[in-house]
């Protein structure tokens, strides 16, 4: 492991703690791959506000679009097989489609490049209005002509990928699930990973939440919902961990992996951008990518009725990513950037001086809190309130193991004033002293706060 690694993933569990605490979310799970190998797996919050049920690293989430990225994986195992091309039309293996659509082919329809609509004329499956598409509903809506011509710009679409489910069934004679779960899902060793949600059987899952409004409350959402014929597309139930360990092995630097590297550059090749976000993101075969240089990442997301999800690999790093929240507003494409964010600011300033050991924790005034984060040289005066919690810190160099300079900070904090570590009678840091301000930990700050204004009021 990187020297860096090991102290970067300490404080993204402590920042991703209380960021979930912040910004009032249910729960959130968390699972960092470096290689193959799983080096954080964490969970915070509950599973289920209405019981209390704690979330753990075991509870299963509905990862919705993360789907799409299995299904594709299963397409280009069977062009890899020679079952099939990218460039044959799916009106080779799917009957009842519009013209236009069954002549798109394979490569276009997994590229979301097809033209085809979103979620058809009533996508209430989304709402819980009604129940997932099934078979004949899909086939109906592929009936209609499809909305822009083949290969004219990206388009999102989980009926084309519901399509895929249909093009795989064609060609193996399996029903999806069954064929996902024995050349996909078993193959790359997932242990807690199904298709749908009827598969999951026992084990412990999360529930979906709704947002504060407009009830001004959280309630819970079953997300129990059966897949039918949309698995392929949103239905896939699975762990923070599984799901960093499926990604993994598709980058193209995995050594071991269930496509060949010939494959995993095909399917995480930037092919269509998405010229209307200003993100700067790109659709491949079943994959989103973005970031630049050696950050550069691909992954997917996604969006089931109480929860939002995303993972991203870094190959250059060997690094992969993946954010599970089951909040209908979940933070997990914001917690995933600043996971990005403290990972290449470690990666940049290295691992911590061991004199700085002492220099850690979580400190508050009545502002706010500031997080003590030792990397390279310095000690970090860290906001863990921001989604970007390092931009701009405050740099501390040491003089002494308690003692040091605020050598680098915004002309209206305090640079060039000391800064001091307070210890107790036991030797233990108690409070830190950044220029003119104690910090204390956050018990006595609650008692300060209560005593100071618990009567205010009156």
């Known amino acids: 492991m990187k020297p860096w690694l090991a102290p970067a993933l300490a404080y993204v569990a402590s920042w991703l703690e209380f960021q979930r605490r912040f910004h009032g979310q249910p729960g959130c799970a968390v699972a960092i791959a470096n290689g193959s190998e799983i080096v954080l797996e964490a969970a915070f919050g509950s599973a289920n506000l209405e019981t209390g049920e704690a979330l753990t690293p075991r509870h299963g989430f509905r990862i919705a679009s993360h789907s799409k990225s299995f299904t594709s994986a299963g397409i280009l195992r069977l062009v890899e097989d020679g079952r099939l091309k990218l460039d044959d039309k799916v009106g080779q293996f799917v009957d009842g489609l519009h013209p236009e659509i069954a002549a798109a082919t394979i490569g276009q329809v997994l590229s979301n490049s097809a033209g085809l609509t979103r ?94 409004h407009p009830l001004g409350r959280r309630i819970v959402i079953p997300a129990d919902n059966l897949g039918n014929a949309m698995i392929s597309a949103a239905g896939f139930v699975a762990t923070a961990a599984d799901v960093a360990r499926y990604f993994a092995q598709l980058s193209p630097k995995a050594k071991k992996s269930v496509l060949s590297p010939l494959s995993r550059r095909e399917m995480t090749r930037r092919l269509w951008p998405d010229d209307e976000a200003s993100v700067g993101r790109h659709y491949g075969l079943g994959t989103i990518s973005g970031g630049e240089g050696d950050w550069r990442w691909f992954g997917h997301s996604g969006g089931f009725q109480g929860f939002i999800t995303r993972t991203a690999v870094f190959p250059a790093h060997g690094l992969t990513v993946c954010v599970l929240t089951n909040g209908i507003d979940g933070l997990a494409h914001q917690w995933l950037d600043g996971i990005a964010h403290i990972l290449k600011a470690f990666s940049e300033r290295g691992a911590p001086l061991p004199e700085a050991k002492d220099w850690t924790g979580r400190w508050w005034t009545i502002w706010s809190a500031s997080d003590l984060v030792p990397a390279g040289k310095h000690v970090l005066v860290a906001s863990p309130a921001l989604f970007t919690p390092l931009l701009d810190a405050a740099e501390i160099t040491l003089e002494s193991p308690d003692r040091g300079q605020i050598t680098r900070a915004s002309g209206f904090n305090s640079p060039g004033e000391p800064a001091e570590l307070k210890r107790d009678g036991t030797g233990t840091v108690n409070s830190v002293q950044l220029g003119g301000a104690r910090l204390v930990g956050e018990e006595e700050m609650k008692g300060e706060m209560l005593e100071r204004y618990s009567g205010a009021a009156s």
């Open 119 to 212: 979620d058809g004329p009533d996508n209430g499956q989304f709402l819980d209005r009604k129940p997932y598409c099934g078979k004949a509903e899909l086939l109906a809506d592929l009936a209609r002509p499809p909305v822009y011509p083949a290969s004219q710009r990206f388009k999102y679409s989980n009926h084309g990928f519901a399509l895929l489910g249909l093009v795989i069934e064609a060609v193996t004679g399996l029903s999806y699930s069954e064929w996902i779960t024995d050349e996909v899902v078993s193959k790359v060793g997932l242990l807690e990973t199904k298709p749908d949600i009827n598969l999951w059987g026992e084990r412990p899952m999360a529930k979906g939440h709704s947002g504060m």
